[in-house]
């Protein structure tokens, strides 16, 4: 079985500027996260996915953060303008729609360095 | 409101010894308890996880960790520590909510 899948490995991008990443989660999946790690840190939700239809995103910040899931399959964040302090790896999870207790698979995640 | 502290950021020890990391829960209701491993570059894998039947997980690469009501704690332990366990290790804790919120990490350096 194919893990999470999830592109570019590594970005860097100057302040200001626009980045997207992708996650493609594993097939049949319905719930779908993402996450933010900042270096020394626990990895941070961002948002979740249920389907195509978002469960939370409380701590998304909506200002320059955005997330879409077409389709109930793939996903893409995008950040813009980016900022300093948004470098960070971000973590693509998912999980297939059982209890709540089911585990969540995660990607490789996406480097992202902001100058 | 729920959080996990992870005590020590870093945990070195020798090899063939044993590995001891701590992890301390608050939450209002009866939590979902998980152990993952990270190494460089890589995404979190899952070790273990305590879902209220047995106190005392069984994880993989030998690892197993106890559920401990009283203390609030869910440490994980491993017997003898091999290189290959050299990683960040994330306890994290979800309600009924399928979010997982996590402990800030701790570091395990393995010496030879």
């Known amino acids: 079985e194919a893990g999470v899948a999830q592109s570019p490995r590594y970005k860097i991008i100057e302040k200001r500027q626009s980045v997207a990443f992708w996650c493609n989660p594993i097939s049949g999946h319905a719930t779908l996260y993402w996450y933010q790690q900042i270096l020394g840190q626990g990895p941070k939700l961002l948002i979740q996915f249920q389907n195509n239809g978002v469960v939370d995103d409380s701590q998304l910040p909506k200002d320059r953060f955005s997330a879409e899931r077409l389709k109930g399959v793939d996903s893409t964040l995008k950040i813009q303008p980016a900022k300093l302090e948004d470098s960070a790896v971000y973590l693509c999870?998912?999980?297939?729609?059982?209890?709540?207790?089911?585990?969540?698979?995660f990607g490789p995640g996406t480097r992202l360095t902001v100058l | 409101a729920q959080s996990v502290t992870q005590l020590g950021s870093h945990v070195s020890v020798s090899e063939g010894a044993l590995v001891l990391l701590r992890c301390n829960y608050s939450?209002?209701?009866?939590?979902?308890l998980f152990w993952y491993v990270q190494y460089p570059n890589q995404g979190l894998q899952l070790l273990l996880k305590y879902t209220s039947a047995a106190t005392l997980v069984k994880g993989i690469n030998g690892f197993e960790a106890e559920f401990k009501k009283s203390e609030t704690s869910f440490h994980l332990t491993k017997p003898s520590a091999h290189m290959s366990d050299a990683a960040e290790y994330f306890c994290a804790l979800s309600r009924n909510e399928y979010k997982l919120s996590f402990g800030a990490g701790t570091t395990v350096t393995v010496r030879a």
């Open positions: 939450s209002s209701v009866p939590p979902y």
């Open positions: 999870a998912s999980r297939s729609a059982g209890g709540f207790t089911d585990t969540q698979y």
